[in-house]
């Protein structure tokens, strides 16, 4: 496989909410450009989860050491007549300048947890806003998913099959790299192979089988097309019969040097039709063609699948994958905890902050499975091992970007060390979080100022 490219996902500083420019110009007008600390957290799990897997910092990044606006955007800007000529010219010349830190992505976290921690000018603190829920949300949503199923699948090979029921082009694209990153084998989506370096599966639609007069026509045909990657799809009219069909082609293509990798079912009863191929295929004299099973799956299918010993080999995941359906939104927020050296804390109802720059710390148990975090103010001594990290400063990344297959064994090493009740996949014990006391007195004092 090539070497995959750096991607740069292009989006706009226009991209964001109305409200980012409105504060930005009152920001301006007074005068207030000292530094801003915000953190990005999730305040609560999803329900059924016991855990999340931090996604999507490589965008962000990007995004970052980018920002800028382009001279049409500066025109319309202009021509709109809702900001100050002096307002358009601050940011023809903004650049981001400030310093990142963040867990690393493929890193497990729990809620109140800061993921990443921006420190810069209020103005461009601030602007950033929307962008950086909009990057870390997504990716965080779908990586956290992914690595449900992968647990589920108890090592079977799995591949991303979402594209066609994403929220829009660059939420699949993003799907196929959260969920690649998570422990899928890799996906449909070929952008995401040449962007990327994923690769690439791949069989035939149903539309490709009832062009042909015949099931066995059209078996011979993709077999034909692509000589390297036989696998054929067996459910659009009889499931078993094109199994049989499957068997007595093999020997006819076996003749011309080609060979059947696999069948794919894709509805019905997954169980009991894999039982049924697994046989024809075996008494057919094709023990090494490979069954694989899609078709609205999920998790709690995996599951289920896995513990019925279903003669699956490997799983194709779509649109609950993508749209992570049973939970399609994390509660999150990015907050500001800190200006001009100034705590600060939000009190509202039910989204109260912690205050100040943050630090996690984790600790493990003897077996070296993650036991406990606690959340402590950033220069506060801890023991364990500390999860956020710097990654940028002055606007400039610390190091090249990870490659995606670093991340990869860091999600699998961050999976392996869960502890066994937050690998079954129902609601159980969480991991503890503590909050530091003098994170919590820090709070108190705040509270007591009013």
Request: aromatic share 6%.
């Amino acid at each position: 496989m090539r070497t995959p490219r750096r991607i740069t996902l292009q989006s706009s500083l226009l991209l964001t909410d109305l409200y980012q420019l409105t504060m930005l110009q009152a920001y301006l007008e007074q005068g207030m450009e000292e530094t801003a600390v915000f953190e990005f957290f999730v305040r609560r799990l999803p329900p059924m989860r016991g855990f999340l897997m931090a996604a999507g910092l490589e965008q962000l990044l990007d995004y970052l050491e980018r920002l800028h606006l382009s001279a049409e955007e500066l025109d319309w800007l202009n021509e709109s007549g809702r900001f100050s000529r002096a307002f358009v010219e601050y940011l023809e010349r903004l650049r981001f300048t400030g310093d990142v830190h963040a867990m690393p992505e493929g890193t497990v976290f729990f809620p109140e947890e800061p993921i990443v921690r921006v420190t810069a000018p209020l103005p461009q603190a601030q602007l950033i806003e929307t962008r950086l829920i909009n990057l870390l949300h997504f990716q965080t949503v779908v990586a956290s998913k992914a690595a449900r199923s992968v647990l589920a699948a108890g090592g079977k090979p799995l591949v991303d099959f979402g594209l066609r029921r994403a929220h829009g082009a660059e939420a699949g694209l993003l799907a196929a790299r959260a969920s690649y990153l998570a422990g899928f084998s890799g996906t449909a989506t070929v952008q995401a192979g040449m962007l990327f370096g994923i690769p690439v599966y791949g069989t035939m639609a149903h539309s490709f089988v009832q062009a042909h007069e015949d099931e066995v026509t059209a078996f011979e045909h993709f077999a034909s097309a692509q000589p390297q990657d036989v696998i054929l799809l067996i459910d659009t009219y009889d499931t078993e019969a094109a199994a049989r069909k499957v068997v007595t082609l093999a020997s006819r293509l076996k003749q011309k040097g080609l060979t059947i990798k696999g069948v794919r079912l894709d509805s019905g009863d997954l169980a009991d039709h894999a039982r049924k191929v697994r046989r024809i295929l075996d008494e057919g004299g094709l023990p090494g063609v490979r069954i694989v099973a899609s078709g609205n799956l999920d998790e709690s299918a995996l599951q289920a699948l896995v513990a019925a010993n279903a003669p699956i080999d490997s799983f194709a995941i779509g649109t609950c994958l993508t749209t992570s359906a049973d939970a399609p939104y994390l509660d999150c927020a990015y907050k500001l905890q800190e200006y001009a050296g100034r705590p600060c804390r939000k009190r509202s109802e039910g989204k109260a902050t912690w205050p100040g720059r943050k630090q996690v710390y984790r600790h493990d148990d003897a077996g070296g499975r993650i036991a406990s975090d606690v959340v402590t103010l950033a220069d506060e001594p801890e023991d364990g091992t500390a999860l956020v990290q710097p990654v940028m400063r002055a606007g400039r990344r610390l190091a090249p970007p990870a490659p995606l297959s670093a991340l990869r064994e860091r999600a699998a090493a961050e999976l392996a060390r869960l502890p066994p009740p937050l690998r079954q996949l129902r609601d159980g014990p969480a991991v503890p979080v503590r909050i530091s006391s003098a994170l919590r007195d820090l709070a108190k004092s705040l509270d007591e100022r009013g």
